[in-house]
Structure formats: C-alpha cells, structure tokens
Nanobody, 117 residues
Framework: VHFVESGGGLVQPGGSLTLSCVTS????????MRWYRQAPGKGRELLAR????????NYVASVRGRFTISRENANNTVYLEMNDLKPEDTAVYYC???????????WGQGTQVTVSS
C-alpha cells in the first residue's frame, strides 16, 4: 500500500489549497479514505473521511464548512479542498485508507501546509 500526498505549500490566512493523495497497492474504489494532519509537537488528528463511493463524508468540527473531501475512483486519488485557511491549520497532511478509524497502513510522506502572513 502506497500513498503520495501533494499540493501543500505556503498560503496566507484566508487562502485556499487543494491537496491530492494518489494511492496504489489496494482496490481504491472498495475503500473509504481519510485525511489527517499533524501539527508540530502534536499528535496526528483525523480531519475528514469519505466512503468508497463518495456518497458519505464527515468532518471534525474544526474544519467542517471550510474543508471538503472528495475522490476520483478512476484515478485512485482522494482530495482535500481547504478554504479560509487559518494559522492553526499549519501541519503536515496525510491520507489513509479505510472508513473505519481503526484501519491503518503505512503512512505516506505527507505534504506540508503552512498558513502565515
């Protein structure tokens, strides 16, 4: 199982970014997917998840209404659109397979998001 996250960068407060996670090594279309982040000195935090077909999503309260998770099963890719970014969104962002929060595999390298003026 392999995850390659990309799309991070430096953005000003209020800005937007869209992260991508290209996956391989498993049947993407049969699995839910999740996005996490890890801020400096903190544990990894679940942000959002999406069902295998994309019809179900849910979000942690801190990002609900600002972030949108989506997927393209044809391209084995999950996305995280992030709007109205805040300095507290600064972190390394990771994706993971599975709808259940108990399902884990090896993490990818993540993509750094820095929100700063």
């Amino acid at each position: 199982v392999h995850f390659v996250e990309s799309g991070g960068g430096l953005v000003q407060p209020g800005g937007s970014l869209t992260l991508s996670c290209v996956t391989s090594g498993f049947t993407f279309s049969a699995n839910g997917m999740r996005w996490y982040r890890q801020a400096p000195g903190k544990g990894r935090e679940l942000l959002a998840r999406i069902s295998s077909g994309g019809s179900l999503t849910n979000y942690v309260a801190s990002v609900r209404g600002r972030f949108t998770i989506s997927r393209e099963n044809a391209n084995n890719t999950v996305y995280l659109e992030m709007n109205d970014l805040k300095p507290e969104d600064t972190a390394v962002y990771y994706c993971m397979k599975g709808w259940s929060v108990e399902e884990f595999d090896s993490w990818g390298q993540g993509t750094q998001v820095t929100v700063s003026s």
